[in-house]
């Protein structure tokens, strides 16, 4: 259950909270409340009923108000098991969609207004390509993102076996862009000089960068501290989920110790598939052939493929010319 308590002056929101009150309180929390599919005209609804209305988790919700509200302070990062995964995705593709198709064109557009102004073309044009690398990146990584790792977390959600482990994505998810759009607006502060004329216009896409730099790294750290710790224990209760159904299976083993789908590990092993082959060919998780192996060396006592091998043969699970 979420406390009230302060941090740096900065109220901790809660679900009696009215959301006008709410936004009205923090306005940069509006991108965050139309991220969940909200809209304005809440009256005086509470933070919990404009939460019901639209289908989302208030929770969740709460959960990256006062994250992102309170600068994203470690002091405001919940428990992965008060994160509901549906609506927390709802949120991050909705902050996709307002990054690659508002955000960073809105720029875009505004740079070209700006910089046509400068006598330097080719300075320009150097800023405007530096601008167009960096927004490749952003969504090169954001689309890994939607493609990948998304429709994983929609699987477990489901219950449908993936290959795929939010670690592979972790390991990368530091290599973002975010540092480019610094170096950006570094460059044009220090060294663009424009006529006195359009320094409001420059001043305002400046603004745009810097709002969208934070922007950026809010959305970042969401994902690193809500994201994937939450997916991380949804993982691990499908595993668990699998060992549960496995060992009950090997109980109403039959008397050759192995039941249809450990015979069928068996054959995939002696004929030299590797464990995720084996997980695509059976339509089963990675973590499950692993479970299943470590039940088949446990009843049979064989650890080695060699060894498999031998007692798939003797079994009549393979014949000697099918490994030749």
């Known amino acids: 259950m979420i406390v009230r308590k302060k ?19 923090q306005y940069s929390l509006l991108q ?16 919990s009923e404009v939460c019901q209305l639209n289908g989302v988790d208030t929770n969740t919700f709460l959960a990256v108000i006062n994250y992102v509200g309170n600068g994203c302070s470690p002091e405001f990062i919940p428990e992965p098991d008060a994160i509901s995964l549906p609506s927390l995705l709802k949120y991050l593709r909705e902050s996709h969609t307002y990054f690659l198709e508002y955000s960073l064109p809105s720029i875009r557009r505004k740079l070209i207004g700006t910089i046509n102004y400068s006598s330097s073309n080719e300075f ?41 482990t939010i670690d592979a994505f972790d390991t990368e998810h530091d290599e973002t862009a975010d540092g480019k759009l610094n170096e950006l607006k570094n460059i044009i502060i220090r060294y663009y000089s424009s006529p006195s004329e359009s320094n409001y216009a420059l001043n305002d896409v400046l603004s745009d960068i810097f709002i969208c ?57 002696v004929k030299g598939l590797t464990n995720k082959e084996i997980a695509d060919k059976l339509n089963i998780s990675f973590n499950t052939v692993l479970t299943h192996r470590r039940n088949i060396a446990h009843k049979l006592e064989i ?10 043969i003797v079994n009549g699970l393979v014949k000697l010319e099918e490994l030749e």
């Open 7 to 25: 941090y740096n002056g900065t109220p901790f929101f809660q679900p009696s909270d009215m959301m006008a009150e709410l936004i009205s309180r």
């Open 32 to 47: 965050v409340v139309s991220r969940f599919g909200m809209t304005l005209g809440v009256g005086e609804k509470s933070v």
């Open 124 to 164: 320009s044009f150097l800023i405007l390509k530096y601008y167009d690398s960096f927004c490749e990146e952003v969504r090169a990584h954001l689309d890994y993102e939607n493609k990948i790792v998304f429709p994983h977390v929609d699987a477990l959600l489901s219950h449908r076996a993936t290959d795929f």
């Open 213 to 269: 730099n934070e922007e950026l790294d809010a959305h970042g750290l969401v994902e690193e501290n809500l994201f994937l710790p939450a997916v991380k224990l949804l993982e691990a209760h499908a595993s668990e989920i699998d060992d549960f159904l496995i060992d009950n299976r090997t109980e109403d083993a039959d008397a050759s110790l192995l039941s249809s789908r450990e015979k069928d590990i068996v054959v995939c092993v």
């Open 303 to 312: 650890h080695s493929p060699a060894g498999l091998t031998i007692y798939a």
